[in-house]
């Protein structure tokens, strides 16, 4: 299952990046983050773990890091499955599209409505996340 989100800005990927690179950034765009670490340089193969409010400290990895175009994360939700986490970065002549997906890997398949309300619940926020990054990505 999974969801996306994406808007077009006159923000370019450069200047997004450095929201995403640099995690205590992400305190800008992430409304509900209480605290965020990483455990090393933001690349592939990196672990993390954040708080968001009203939730125990979840662990993430860096699955995949592409310099200015992309990064994805998961998180292993226990008895319920993995959450990935993809941000993309896409150049076009209108600007540049910033799109956020929230994919749930299951490891049932017979509790579908169960694992679409989460879901649902885990992507609330994704829209207004990326208005806020792309507002503080436009250079002023």
Not at 34 to 51: A, C, N, S, W, Y
Not at 80 to 106: A, D, M, R, W
Not at 121 to 138: R, T, Y
Request: hydrophobic share 40%; with cysteine; net charge negative.
């Amino acid at each position: 299952m999974k969801y996306s989100f994406e808007m077009t800005t006159k923000a370019t990927p450069e200047e997004i990046w450095h929201n995403y690179s640099d995690v205590q950034k992400w305190f800008i765009w992430e409304a509900d983050l209480l605290d965020i670490k990483l455990d090393g340089p933001f690349q592939t193969g990196v672990f993390g773990e954040m708080t968001l409010e009203g939730m125990p400290p979840l662990a993430f990895e860096l699955v995949e890091v592409l310099d200015h175009r992309s990064f994805c994360d998961v998180t292993k939700i226990p008895g319920i499955g993995s959450l990935y986490f993809n941000h993309e970065l896409i150049p076009t002549v209108q600007g540049t599209v910033i799109k956020h997906s929230v994919e749930l890997v299951c490891i049932a398949d017979n509790e579908e409505e169960k694992q679409l309300s989460f879901l649902t619940q885990v992507f609330s926020d994704v829209p207004q996340a990326i208005f806020s990054l792309a507002k503080a990505s436009v250079k002023s």
